[in-house]
């Protein structure tokens, strides 16, 4: 039972236009919530988060906005470079629990 | 410096053959994981230890047993393997007390033939 899901596998972006990815969660207790980049053959990397108390919060190129009410929450990433090409995780926890829920990823491509 | 590693980095053994992926964390974290990456690209948590204690641990064989000697190492060793078990498997540790940002490693990937 996948409780963060994220469709749309796969995004191909020109270099300095924006990517965005989407990400859903059926778990209402989650209130935290992450998204980590991953390139082939390593680890993912932790990227950015955003705790429920908040909407919105931006870190240099990328920005996670989060909306509670419709259990959804998606990465912006302007403008967009080819580094930038990798694999996106979303993962959300529920407070006091180290539990981390994943989607399944979004291929992102960028093209030079 | 590697904040969270593992070895063997590839991993390639025999159906019924029993192995051992090691990790290491040198960010002081209290909490460490272990994940398991299927053909579908899930990331699905195995388990956790905090400070040596098993914390978590979620429907796995019981072929497969974490061991953490102290809180910077968590080991998985993996009995009579099956064909099934080939995947990638990532280690991550987390420091706890607040919202879980959790750090990982670069990920052994395992082959059963």
């Known amino acids: 039972d996948q409780q963060v899901k994220q469709n749309s596998p796969s995004l191909s972006v020109q270099e300095g236009r924006i990517s965005i990815l989407n990400c859903d969660y059926t778990?209402?207790?989650?209130?935290?919530f992450l998204w980590y980049k991953k390139y082939p053959a390593e680890g993912p990397t932790f990227l950015i988060s955003?705790?429920?108390?908040?909407d919105k919060n931006e870190d240099g190129r990328f920005t996670v906005f989060l909306n509670k009410s419709a259990k959804h929450l998606s990465l912006h990433i302007v403008p967009s470079q080819p580094g930038d090409s990798a694999v996106y995780f979303c993962?959300?926890?529920?407070?006091?629990?180290?539990?981390?829920?994943f989607g399944k990823g979004n291929q992102v491509v960028v093209i030079p | 410096d590697t904040a969270v590693s593992q070895t063997p980095k590839y991993l390639v053994t025999q159906m019924g053959n029993d192995k051992s992926i090691k990790c290491e964390q040198n960010l002081g974290h209290d909490t460490m994981y272990w994940y398991k990456q299927d053909s579908k690209k899930f990331l699905k948590i195995m388990f956790s230890y905090n400070n040596k204690e098993l914390i978590i641990n979620e429907t796995v064989p019981n072929r497969f047993s974490p061991k953490s000697p102290d809180k910077a190492h968590l080991n998985l060793h993996i009995n009579s393997l099956e064909l099934g078990d080939s995947a990638v498997y990532f280690c991550?540790?987390?420091?706890?007390?607040?919202?879980?940002?959790?750090?990982f490693g670069p990920g052994t990937r395992l082959l059963v033939l």
């Open positions: 778990n209402s207790m989650f209130d935290y």
């Open positions: 991550a540790s987390s420091q706890r007390g607040g919202p879980e940002t959790q750090y």
């Open positions: 955003i705790s429920s108390i908040k």
């Open positions: 993962a959300a926890s529920a407070l006091g629990n180290n539990r981390l829920a």
